[in-house]
């Protein structure tokens, strides 16, 4: 086996009601509660320089950000216009200078050193390392956009799917497709079949990565067949990772490219019952298309079934951390009103290469990782 060197930089995560931030590695020492951070909603580092951008409740039911610097002895809020009463999507451009946070219906691009603040016309779900390309997903839609100019662009729309099926007749490995490429035509002309699934935007800006079903349905479960496409920002055109063949189960909502390009990071669920809905975690070398599936259900042990709070890359793209709780489907039939608990959850740092566990932190969720 081989050697894995210790993880580096810092962690951030939720435990209890409050935001921490410790050193990835275990000999780190203690973790560091961050200031004005009772009953936290969300916790992200900047990738770069270790800066926490957190939001915790205020009266009201409103949530307030705060963001604070190693040491993490003081917390500045957010501007007045961030306050929100429901928790905003927050992506961090790679190189740390731009923050953008979505919310149901306000979006921003917020620069922590210089403090500006700028509205944007579009959520974000993934952005460039230098934050000058994001894109975003919408009901029917994958797109693109660029913060400096307001501009959006359209990469793929379910009103318009030739592209995408032109892309399939063109794969280099058609063998590997056989369960979504005999599409009913009859299911993909209605856009109610279709699932499209979180954008992951390449870190220099010219690549998005999507998974789709291609119209092909899905049961009341919404389990279905997917696979994942990629989409050339600059010209549009559509290709389909054959290689890396089809998934069974919900499309991924949670999807991520290392920072170095070179992995894809994305998490699917498949529903089996009400209290029975295993999360399954893989990393995929875009080069070789080859997957390995790094967090899964483990039904030879008791605890049968799995969720997850939050995933994240580390900063070099050697491992991957990603809240887990395993649980006793029996059990929680038996019961019929469980509720997971925060604390009964495990943050788990994985060799991104083999799957291999290297820390645990209980009690731990939301990761998220800094140089």
């Known amino acids: 086996m081989r050697k894995v060197p210790t993880p580096t930089g810092r962690i951030a995560y939720l435990k209890g009601n409050a935001a921490f931030v410790a050193e990835a590695g275990a000999a780190g020492g203690a973790p560091r509660r961050l200031p004005q951070s009772d009953v936290a909603a969300g916790v992200f580092l900047s990738p770069v320089d270790g800066a926490a951008l957190y939001f915790a409740a205020r009266a009201a039911g409103n949530l307030r950000g705060f963001i604070s610097r190693p040491p993490y002895r003081e917390a500045r809020p957010l501007p007045t216009g961030l306050v929100t009463q429901l928790m905003p999507s927050v992506v961090w451009s790679g190189n740390g200078k731009t923050v953008f946070l979505t919310g149901e219906k306000d979006h921003a691009a917020f620069e922590p050193t210089t403090g500006r603040l700028q509205r944007l016309r579009f959520p974000v779900h993934s952005a460039s390392q230098d934050g000058r390309v994001v894109a975003f997903v919408t009901e029917k839609e994958i797109k693109v956009g660029w913060p400096g100019t307001g501009q959006e662009r359209t990469l793929f729309s379910v009103g318009r799917p030739q592209p995408l099926f032109a892309a399939l007749k063109n794969a280099r490995r058609p063998d590997k497709l056989s369960d979504v490429t005999n599409t009913d035509p009859e299911l993909w002309r209605s856009s109610r079949n279709w699932q499209i699934g979180a954008p992951a935007l390449s870190p220099d800006g010219a690549t998005v990565f999507f998974a789709t079903n291609l119209g092909g349905g899905m049961g009341a479960s919404a389990n279905t ?74 039904p030879e042990r008791k605890r049968q079934a799995n969720l997850t709070d939050g995933a994240a890359w580390s900063p070099e793209g050697r491992y991957v951390a990603v809240s887990n709780l395993y649980y006793d489907v029996a059990t929680v039939l038996r019961t019929e009103n469980w509720e997971p608990r925060d604390d009964d959850f495990t943050l788990l740092i994985k060799d991104a290469a083999t799957g291999r566990t290297v820390r645990r932190i209980p009690g731990a969720r939301q990761p998220s990782w800094s140089e």
């Open 225 to 298: 067949s997917f696979c994942f496409f990629a989409a050339n920002v600059k010209t549009g055109s559509l290709s389909v990772l054959s290689r890396l063949g089809v998934f069974f189960g919900r499309v991924p909502v949670e999807c991520q490219v290392s920072p170095d390009g070179k992995r894809l990071l994305f998490l699917l669920s498949q529903h089996s019952s009400a209290v029975e809905n295993p999360v399954f975690a893989h990393v995929a070398d875009l080069l070789t298309q080859q997957s390995r599936e790094i967090l899964r259900a483990e």
